[in-house]
């Protein structure tokens, strides 16, 4: 009976500090909040959590004609923003979303300019999609560069050509490690670089 109230004794303190952590990382990581069931809600039932999920079976009806899952991008900005600028040595950090592309601009003091740059990206990368690019850049006025951006849009005239330009601009900063075997650093494909990029790196 002793060992059997011991047992007890040890999980239920287990469980209090299990609770406690988990209070103390709510309160540590205080990350701009990207809610699934604000921005894509299914009818109006408020039974739906936090959590995305839907499951389909085989020979359930299709649906037709649902629209595209809607992408907050101002708030992947502001998300990706906060991240970054919880990592070491990072100062200041500002965020353009387009379509495809993630456009971060950030200030720091580590001395490793190309681990730096890794790190932001990476961060980057664990927020969008998987179609997505990244690019980075700790040169001097890139933030407040990126910035004067903000206001455009697909409709933009010459966008791509504008768009092409300011990634020229960041790719000439560290970008960090290869994504993987077949992608560069930014999660580009082989042969994926846009005609003007590519006439102007020379590919």
Same mark, same amino acid.
């Given at each position: 009976?002793?060992?059997? !109230?011991?047992?007890?004794?040890? *999980?239920?303190?287990?469980? !209090?500090?299990?609770?406690? %952590?988990?209070?103390?990382?709510?309160?540590?990581?205080?990350?701009?909040?990207?809610?699934?069931? %604000?921005?894509? @809600?299914?009818?109006?039932?408020?039974?739906?959590?936090?959590?995305?999920?839907? @499951?389909?079976?085989?020979?359930?009806?299709?649906?037709?004609?649902?629209?595209?899952?809607?992408?907050? @991008?101002? &708030?992947?900005?502001?998300?990706?923003? %906060?991240?970054?600028?919880?990592?070491?040595?990072?100062?200041?950090?500002?965020?353009?979303?387009?379509?495809?592309?993630?456009?971060? !601009?950030?200030?720091?003091?580590?001395?490793?300019?190309?681990?730096?740059? %890794?790190?932001?990206?990476?961060?980057?990368?664990?927020?969008?999609?998987?179609?997505?690019?990244?690019?980075?850049?700790?040169?001097?006025?890139?933030?407040? &560069?990126?910035?004067?951006?903000?206001?455009?849009?697909?409709?933009?005239?010459?966008?791509? !050509?504008?768009?092409?330009?300011?990634?020229?601009?960041?790719?000439?900063?560290?970008? =960090?490690?290869?994504?993987?075997?077949?992608?560069?650093?930014? =999660?580009?494909?082989?042969?994926?670089?846009?005609?003007?990029? *590519?006439?102007?790196? *020379?590919?």
């Amino acid at each position: 009976m002793k060992k059997l !109230g011991m047992f007890l004794l040890i *999980g239920l303190m287990l469980a !209090g500090c299990g609770g406690g %952590d988990q209070k103390k990382m709510g309160q540590e990581y205080k990350f701009s909040k990207t809610n699934v069931k %604000d921005e894509n @809600r299914i009818g109006n039932n408020m039974n739906y959590g936090d959590f995305g999920y839907m @499951r389909h079976m085989s020979g359930d009806k299709v649906k037709t004609g649902n629209a595209v899952p809607y992408l907050n @991008r101002q &708030k992947l900005a502001d998300m990706i923003s %906060d991240m970054v600028l919880q990592l070491p040595n990072i100062k200041d950090v500002g965020t353009l979303v387009t379509d495809e592309e993630v456009l971060i !601009g950030y200030k720091t003091t580590n001395k490793d300019r190309n681990a730096a740059a %890794d790190q932001v990206k990476m961060t980057g990368f664990s927020v969008v999609p998987r179609y997505y690019h990244v690019y980075v850049s700790d040169e001097k006025g890139m933030i407040d &560069k990126i910035e004067q951006y903000q206001s455009l849009n697909n409709d933009t005239e010459q966008i791509e !050509g504008i768009m092409d330009q300011l990634i020229l601009q960041m790719k000439k900063a560290p970008q =960090g490690k290869k994504w993987n075997y077949g992608e560069n650093e930014n =999660g580009e494909m082989n042969g994926e670089t846009n005609s003007m990029r *590519g006439q102007m790196e *020379g590919k």
